[in-house]
Every structure is written in C-alpha cells, then in structure tokens.
C-alpha cells in the first residue's frame, strides 16, 4: 500500500503561485509514474501533469508553460509548482501515484482557490 498526502493549497489572487507538496510513504518500489490531477465541482477529474520514474514529464495543454512537475531523488515525494494562476485553475488537486500499468494510488486532495 502507498500513503499519499498533499499540502500546499490555498487561496491566491490570479496571477500569483502556489507550490503543492505530496508526501508519499508505505511501499514505493515499482512505482513508475506519479502525477496531479485536478477536479473542479462538476466537472470530470483531469490530468494535470505527470513524471515518470525516469523524469520524463507531461502537461495539460492548459497548464504548459505556467505549471511544473517535479519529484526528488528517492521519489516520496512529489511537487507541482504553479504560475501565473488563473480563476479557471480552481479546483481540488490530488496526487496520484501508478504502479506497473492500473494500480493507482491517491491523497485526499487539496484546494487551490484562485480569485479574479
């Protein structure tokens, strides 16, 4: 089993930046991506960015050039620092670790808020 738990939510004017933390623990071995998603009321979860055990990142075309995903060496931990906030960035983030091909591992989420 893995723990997930983000941190790192609040409330930012639009134009500002917020950093998100997920600390990860349990049994991390065969981890091979982890990622943010993102789910505003009504509408479907959807996929913020993701990093592979190798580095290798994804983003959303929304978020590109204003959002990065970035882990540290022992891979437990898991960061998305956001830029450049927009009102539309509002929703409940959570982290999400993968094992091998489906086995998904999620936090609790946490707020991001983003006034106009």
């Known amino acids: 089993q893995v723990q997930l738990v983000e941190s790192g939510g609040g409330l930012v004017q639009a134009g500002g930046s917020l950093r998100l933390s997920c600390a990860a623990s349990?049994?991390?071995?065969?981890?091979?991506?982890m990622g943010w998603y993102r789910q505003a009321p009504g509408k479907q979860r959807e996929l913020v960015a993701a990093?592979?055990?190798?580095?290798?990142?994804n983003y959303a075309d929304s978020v590109k050039g204003r959002f990065t995903i970035s882990s540290n060496n022992v891979k437990n931990r898991l960061y998305l620092q956001m830029n450049s906030l927009k009102p539309e960035d509002t929703a409940v983030y959570l982290c999400?670790?993968?094992?091998?091909?489906?086995?998904?591992?999620w936090g609790q989420g946490t707020q991001v808020t983003v006034s106009s």
């Open positions: 999400n670790f993968r094992r091998g091909r489906a086995q998904d591992y």
């Open positions: 349990g049994i991390l071995f065969g981890i091979n991506a």
């Open positions: 990093i592979t055990s190798d580095d290798n990142t």
